[in-house]
């Protein structure tokens, strides 16, 4: 099984910045493409960046692209979600997930969310 813990949400300005992080352990982390998630209040949870297991290859979604950067080192087992030029629009809860495919909803591993805000 691959268990994994996000850190690093909270209350921003939007404007501001906030990295959140993602520790992975389990399996070979190495193995996994990763990516992050997030659902604001009465949304569907949707797709935000993913990562290739070698960090080659990354893609984002539309409404982050330029504002967020995906990021991973794999001798820690961990991924970052760099985040900044926030918007109140990005408040929601940001799932780490492992094992994704880009745009694709069902990764096979989530972790618990972690809470971002953007107060205007």
């Known amino acids: 099984q691959v268990q994994l813990a996000e850190s690093g949400g909270g209350l921003v300005q939007a404007g501001g910045s906030l990295r959140l992080s993602c520790a992975h352990s389990?399996?070979?982390?190495?193995?996994?493409?990763m990516g992050w998630y997030r659902q604001a209040p009465g949304k569907e949870r949707e797709f935000v960046s993913s990562i290739s297991r070698s960090g080659g290859y990354i893609t984002y979604a539309d409404s982050v692209k330029g504002r967020f950067t995906i990021s991973r080192d794999n001798a820690k087992n961990m991924v970052y979600l760099q985040m900044n030029s926030l918007k109140p629009e990005d408040t929601a809860v940001y799932y780490c997930a492992a094992d994704v495919v880009p745009y694709d909803l069902d990764p096979t591993y989530w972790g618990q969310g972690t809470q971002v805000t953007v107060s205007l």
């Open positions: 389990g399996r070979t982390f190495s193995n996994y493409d």
